[in-house]
């Protein structure tokens, strides 16, 4: 199993308390312990402008700046996005700076890329907000632009959302799969998300129990069929939270710093909704409960975990734990 590490941003109130001027300092540390070892396989943040589950004046950093800059500084891990929203940025303009990007870092970029979801934002930032079935249809379209572009190094589509007519993409990525720069389809949706998936992902990536994830993982096979595309090909992923701790009172701790961080930002009623969720998670435990779960759902197919610490900025001892009784049971 790989494993990837969800860097601080700000989105989820996870740089909160920390002079903005010291956010960069904060992100870049952290990327660089996950690089300097081989415990994690990448590192990842979110593409969002407005902090989540409520818009705030809370700084959220820009996920392709820090792209760009986390290629710059590191040197082995990965580097992703869970995930770009499509209809953020022109896709032709979005395949040219992943390419840039993929330069930077030598060849490290994963393109997350999903139809998006958050309203707010949206309007905000005077996208409007299309129905769903608009918006998977410019994912639709998006991802034939990325390949065109990435392997071809131009792209020509004639949408319904998009026109693009010879948008060159040179320098090509360095790297040189399936799809140019390896693309991670996001999202659960049964009847287009993952037959979206099924055509064109070199990963997949939902939420869910090891139920839900065994019942997705069987739509996407269906789908596979449909379209005559190998599922073995394609890898499934998963995000968790992780609250992770020696006893079940060092999490029940970890759980109560957070609620006490959140709570100036989400108020009592919302902090306490956000805590039942979070208690119910599979990776919420001692090492070995974390392990068990872990396991169940490698039996099922599961072959990457991305993994979601809210206290990272803050304290570094929950990640070491990971790292040091977790990630060497799946070596």
């Known amino acids: 199993m790989k494993f990837g590490l969800f860097i601080p941003q700000g989105w989820r109130f996870d740089l909160a308390g920390i002079d903005p001027a010291d956010h960069w300092t ?5 990327a660089l312990h996950a690089d300097s070892g081989n415990a994690w396989e990448s590192v990842w943040v979110y593409d969002h402008f407005h902090t989540t589950p409520v818009p705030s004046e809370e ?38 700076v992943a390419a840039t990007a993929d330069h930077i870092s030598g060849g490290r970029i994963e393109m997350g890329i ?18 769903a079935r608009d918006r998977l249809g410019m994912l639709r379209e998006g991802v034939q632009i990325f390949q065109q572009a990435w392997t071809k190094g131009v792209s020509s589509l004639d949408g319904k959302y998009y026109q693009v007519d010879g948008a060159i993409c040179q320098p ?17 949706g049964e009847k287009v998300t993952l037959k979206i998936a099924a055509q064109y992902a070199d990963y997949t990536n939902y939420f869910g ?11 996407l096979r269906g789908h596979c069929e449909t379209v005559g595309r190998d599922f073995g090909e394609i890898t499934r992923s998963a995000n968790f939270n992780v609250f992770i701790g020696e006893t079940d009172a060092e999490v029940e701790a970890k759980l109560t710093d957070h609620i006490t961080r959140m709570t100036p930002h989400l108020g009592k009623e919302g902090v306490e909704k956000q805590a039942a969720d979070l208690r119910n998670g599979p990776l919420v435990g001692t090492p070995a409960q974390v392990v068990e779960n872990l396991k169940a759902f490698e039996a099922v197919g599961m072959t990457y975990a991305i993994t ?11 990640i070491e734990l990971f790292e040091s009784q977790v990630i060497p049971e799946f070596a």
């Open 114 to 131: 999903g139809a998006g979801w958050y309203e707010h934002e949206w309007r905000a930032y005077g996208y409007g907000f299309p129905e």
């Open 59 to 96: 700084a959220t950093h820009e996920a392709w700046s820090l792209m760009a800059g986390l290629g710059a500084v590191t040197s082995r891990v990965r580097l992703g996005q869970m995930c770009s929203c499509m209809s953020y940025r022109n896709p032709a303009y979005l395949a040219k």
């Open 209 to 219: 129990d090891v139920d839900e994830f065994t019942r997705k993982s069987e739509i």
């Open 308 to 318: 979601y610490f809210s206290d990272a900025a803050y304290d570094r001892s929950s």
């Open 172 to 188: 090509l990525p360095i790297q040189k799969g399936r799809s140019g720069i390896p693309l991670w389809i996001a999202g659960g």
């Open 26 to 30: 904060t992100m870049k540390d952290l």
